[in-house]
């Protein structure tokens, strides 16, 4: 059978299995599914088709430019060397495996799509693709990586009021948020649940109306999807309770704002990496070179992990936004904190990377982390040496991460190992859109740079 052939039943098998999926959605309940991917902005795109459609967009896809590579978040298009206009399309094909049915919204089910072009080559500004293949690597050389996220948002009022007015007047972490709260954060957990997402915790935070919530780990490219769902779980089940939610980087300009912090793992031959070496605090060599490598790319990996103009206005020192370019251990000022984990619970222990936000594409973010991660595994890169306590008082030598969007691209564009990695479509569409963005709110004051992203995310 050739290629051709085997690529026709491949794509038939596809259309069978969405047809089963199809019929299942239907007794269920469901009418429409909505096809959802990322933009290099990190915006959450979709088409949505009727359930009836569903094996169709299996088989043949749902049509979408490729421009959504240089959309940026206030839906202006901006253009890359290799991206941008009006010509082209691509297919949103949904991966099937990561249908879910909505809890929170009667009627609806969400599938991640890979974008790929007319004959089912996937984009090279796929960052759906890119995670997948960086993931590839990561288990190509013998690594079974596991990420996972702590989701923070905040709950505002209903109205038009400019800034918003936070939804719960407890205080922080306070008990009794929670209770006035107590409903509302039943029915996000309810809603996770149903969707078989494992919750983890969820808690008050430190900003008024802001909560937390942490999911299990799991591979990449389900870790990614699951945020997704999380966050439009989280968005449905508050505007069912008549509030409004947003994760953006700053809510309000002066306040502490909404991180989205990434934990990560990584094992060899069931063995975890992070425990029992010869390297700070019981790594081994391996995870130790995969750690300073991801340390060492830590300036450039936030044009991807904090890719708004409101992400610098949160990246402050001493409020636990990882603002300096360090690691520590248990140390949650430091951008990179080892987290050993106690010491009987098997694969506990991982490290958190604090200076990332929910204005990322996850997809771009877990596989731009991955690609740092490998080459610094690959080099058998040491750690320096780590920072306890605030490094803005017991080490004001330490240096900052970059403290604005422009800073951040540039050290990104002379990123070696994130051009390699990305490939040059989609490195040239994330420095485009950086570029972008940072131009369009340059010389505003923070409270407008805050309004201007604040319903974005």
Known sequence: ??????????????????????????????HAVALSWVDTSGVARVKAVPTGRLAHAARHGVGASPVFDVFTSDDAITASPLSGGP????????????????????????????????SGVPHPGCARHFLRRMTAAARDSGFEPRMGYETEWVVCRPGDDEPPVAAGAGPAYGMSRLVEMSDYLRDVVTALRDQELEVLQIHPEYSPGQFEVSTAP???????????????????????????????PTVVAGGVGNGCHLHLSLRQDDQDLFRGGPGPQGLTE??????????DELPA?????????????????????????????ENREAALRLIPGPPDESGSANAEVKCFDAAANPYLLAG?????????????RSLPAPVQGDPAVVAPA????PRSLTQA????????????ALGETLHGAVLAVRRAEAESLDGRDPEAVAAATRWRY
Do not use: N
């Open 398 to 401: 330490t240096p900052r991460l």
């Open 409 to 420: 691209a540039d050290r990104f564009a002379a990123s070696e190992v994130l051009r390699a």
């Open 301 to 329: 990996l936030l044009a991807v992990g904090a890719p708004s103009p409101a992400s610098y206005l949160r990246l402050a020192p001493s409020v636990w936004a990882g603002a300096y370019h360090c690691w520590g251990l």
């Open 286 to 295: 391996t995870a130790e070179g995969f750690l300073a490598g991801i340390l």
């Open 368 to 380: 731009a982390v991955l690609a740092a991660g490998l080459a610094g595994a690959g080099a058998k």
């Open 1 to 30: 059978m050739g290629a051709g052939a085997e690529e026709r039943t491949a794509r038939e098998e596809l259309r069978r299995r969405a047809r089963q999926e199809a019929a299942r959605l239907t007794a269920e309940g469901v």
């Open 218 to 248: 799991a591979d990449p490219l389900r870790a990614a999807d699951e945020l997704l769902v999380v966050r439009e779980t989280i968005r449905a089940v508050t505007q069912r309770h008549g509030l409004r939610a947003t994760f953006a």
């Open 87 to 118: 010509d082209g399309d691509l297919r949103l094909v949904p991966d099937l495996d990561r249908l879910t049915v909505l809890a929170a919204q009667p009627g609806w089910a969400w599938v991640p799509a890979d974008r790929q072009d007319q």
